[in-house]
């Protein structure tokens, strides 16, 4: 016999609903930095913080290639950059910011580790 339909309240509480809550929050909220990030490119091309931080949603969302498109990106309108220069384009950032975005490039084998 199938059983009945769960509630709301009962599919919050259920273990597996908080398990992949904060899994789809994440997403969600790489997927606006994203989108916020293409914009700002498109109404300024050569804003470097843009490529930088499409780089980090990028290699949050787990597509590594595309971070590194992004990179590439930054590479034709920044003299001399590289990977340490990309990790000091976040030295301006909050600690706990910069450290995140560090942390989500350096997972991307974008930037060195410390």
Request: proline share 10%; net charge positive.
């Amino acid at each position: 016999m199938p059983s009945a339909p769960m509630s709301a309240a009962e599919i919050g509480r259920s273990p597996a609903r908080r398990r992949s809550a904060p899994r789809i929050a994440l997403a969600l909220r790489n997927q606006h930095a994203a989108r916020s990030a293409r914009q700002a490119i498109e109404k300024n091309p050569r804003y470097p913080m843009a490529y930088a931080w499409l780089a980090v949603a990028e290699c949050a969302r787990g597509d590594t290639a595309e971070a590194q498109v992004q990179v590439r990106r930054l590479a034709d309108i920044i003299p001399n950059f590289g990977p340490d220069v990309l990790a000091k384009l976040f030295e301006v950032f909050p600690p706990a910011l910069r450290g995140e975005a560090l942390g989500v490039l350096r997972a991307g084998g974008l930037v060195p580790g410390e």
